[in-house]
């Protein structure tokens, strides 16, 4: 833990199964696992990321944390209070955002919803303007609060959404891929924003699929995969996991599928990543032995099919890769 | 107490300036009624003993009925579908009583009903809106609101559990319009049902309304009726109260308070 001793957020053992139901005549139903025994610590004042795949159990940790799931078992608490037993109380000292722009009353302008989510969150009546004020002016809506939230951009909803969640003051935020979907200066003003509560001394928990967003702004990350933590530290630990490697860019033109593999067979390859832009592949190499393995990753792929060739230190992104195995 | 109350007020005016525009609600407050009535008068304005007393205040119940019935198993799907469920669900207030203001605020939206009822039997047939007891036919009406707010109350936690059920209570709305005696009393119908009918609030608002409109019923029937009113909207409302806690914690376990 960083920041604080006292332990802010923990997790034991925690597992949460889910049931889905297959086929329409015959009807099967399945259990699958989204926490497998998940367990991790968050220090009071620490901003914390979650990073991991599509699936890896990142929402639904948040979701155990913010008492709207119950886990199956294990035990999950925030500021010394139990997430099952104390939900109520836990429910007051807390703020959370999902990503994506539902969430709102959409015919109800910014600053109605404020006042309703203030009202809930029991702000003092005679402080609910003003706080009100105070946060529209914060995230920067305060000219357009009277509109209706319909006509307000994904970027206006998820800072209303943000200011939604610090009504009450919480001491301890739960931020779901807050950028997600936002277009750059967007997203930029929304870190922005969490850096600024970062350094007020909330503690923070962040999940993001923007590797350089959880780089920019986390004390510590954990790699969740599977249910699991698989990897935890600084966002510099992480990268010393890949400090002995670099990378390899490649991009190619219409390569085919043996083709990859066969560069992945390569001795010196730790890993290769495809990624499709438009009509050109940029194959992303890890390899530790750098500049040398350029020819010979020339030479599989077929020269020809070759254009920019690029190599790099290994950054956060590529210490994921090789932990989580894939990219989306 | 005084926190719930401004949470369920606040709850009230932020669910009737949502139900105020929403199409299907003003279908039911308006269009539905309005079919319902001039039916209804063209059907029985023939008839000897025929008072359009009755037809205007049983259409406006039809209408009060059917907004709530939609807007009880509606309220919480409406919530999940915009994503405001879980924030409620996540929010230090009682979800009892948030959702029991935000169907308050449509109750009074429902209201609308019983003007547009008038309306018919005046304007569009002319009749004299004659009511025998306004004073006691108003507080009929109070009470009667209060009940079938409670009935819509009841179920709504219903639709935390299944996020499907709200089209299922729709089945509701034509077996209730008609046990309850809206339009046609229940002596047209057998003996045997005339039992369940008495369990129903609506029923007991079809009698006090009606027999405050028409000065048909003394004071003691009115009483006896308000006093079911009260009852049976009670005990709906004190299973809705324990209802919520335990649906909640079984959708934080199953994990129904999201879309999926």
């Avoid at chain 2, 924030?87 to 959702?99: D, E, K, M, N, R």
């Avoid at chain 2, 027999?211 to 299973?239: E, M, Q």
Wanted: glycine share 10%.
């Amino acid at each position: 833990m960083l920041r604080g001793s006292v332990g802010a957020i923990e997790l034991r053992d925690v597992r949460r199964l889910f049931r889905t139901t297959t086929g329409t005549l015959r009807r099967h139903t399945k259990e699958i696992v989204a926490l497998d025994g998940l367990s991790l610590e968050v220090g009071e004042g620490e901003l914390f990321g979650i990073l991991g795949p599509n699936g890896a159990g990142k929402t639904t940790t948040i979701k155990v944390l913010t008492t709207l799931l119950i886990p199956t078992s294990g035990t999950a608490s925030v500021l010394g209070l139990d997430v099952v037993r104390d939900a109520k109380e836990v429910r007051r000292k807390i703020g959370f955002v999902f990503g994506g722009e539902r969430g709102l009353y959409y015919r109800l302008s910014g600053r109605d919803n404020l006042r309703y989510f203030a009202e809930l969150y029991a702000v003092a009546p005679r402080e609910i303007n003003s706080r009100v004020e105070e946060l529209l002016e914060l995230v920067g809506l305060r000219d357009r609060g009277d509109e209706r939230v319909e006509g307000y951009s994904r970027g206006m909803k998820q800072r209303l959404h943000l200011a939604r969640t610090l009504l009450h003051r919480p001491r301890v935020l739960f931020l779901d891929e807050p950028t997600i979907g936002l277009d750059p200066i967007g997203a930029r003003e929304l870190r922005r924003i969490v850096s600024q509560l970062h350094e007020g001394g909330a503690t923070i928990v962040l999940t993001t699929h923007y590797l350089f967003e959880a780089d920019e702004l986390c004390d510590r990350i954990a790699v969740v995969d599977k249910g699991r933590v698989v990897a935890l530290g600084t966002p510099d630990d992480l990268k010393a996991n890949v400090s002995d490697l670099s990378v390899v860019e490649l991009e190619v033109f219409g390569i085919d599928a043996p083709t990859i593999e066969r560069v992945r067979a390569l001795e010196f390859v730790d890993s290769v990543v495809v990624e499709q832009r438009e009509l050109r592949q940029v194959l992303r190499i890890q390899t530790r032995i750098a500049e040398r393995a350029v020819a010979p990753l020339i030479a599989a792929v077929a020269a020809g099919q070759v254009g920019r060739v690029a190599v790099r230190e290994a950054t956060l992104e590529d210490a994921y890769v090789r932990l989580v195995g894939r990219v989306e | 107490m005084t926190a719930a109350l401004r949470i369920a007020a606040r709850s009230a005016w932020v669910n009737f300036q949502e139900v105020a525009v929403s199409g299907f609600l003003l279908f039911a407050v308006v269009w539905q009624p309005l079919f319902v009535g001039v039916t209804t008068m063209y059907m029985l304005r023939h008839r000897a003993d025929f008072d359009p007393m009755y037809v205007v205040v049983g259409t406006a119940l039809s209408g009060i009925w059917s907004t709530l019935l939609f807007a009880g198993s509606g309220a919480i799907s409406h919530e999940r579908w915009t994503g405001t469920l879980e924030l409620l669900a996540a929010s230090p207030a009682s979800f009892f009583v948030v959702i029991g203001g935000k169907l308050a605020g449509t109750t009074i939206f429902s209201l609308g009903s019983l003007v547009l009822a008038f309306g018919i039997g005046a304007v569009l047939f002319g009749y004299p809106v004659k009511i025998a007891e306004p004073g006691l036919l108003a507080l009929s009406l109070v009470f009667a609101a209060v009940a079938l707010w409670a009935t819509g109350v009841f179920f709504a936690p219903l639709a935390i559990l299944w996020r499907t059920v709200g089209v299922f209570l729709l089945v509701f709305e034509y077996p209730v319009f008609a046990l309850s005696g809206f339009l046609f009393p229940v002596l047209l119908l057998p003996n045997w049902i005339v039992p369940i009918t008495n369990l129903l609030p609506p029923y007991w608002a079809a009698v006090a309304m009606h027999g405050a409109a028409s000065g048909d019923l003394d004071t003691p029937g009115l009483i006896r009726a308000w006093f079911f009113l009260f009852l049976t909207g009670g005990v709906l409302l004190f299973i809705a109260h324990r209802l919520f806690d335990e649906v909640l914690t079984r959708a934080r376990r199953a994990g129904t308070l999201a879309l999926s």
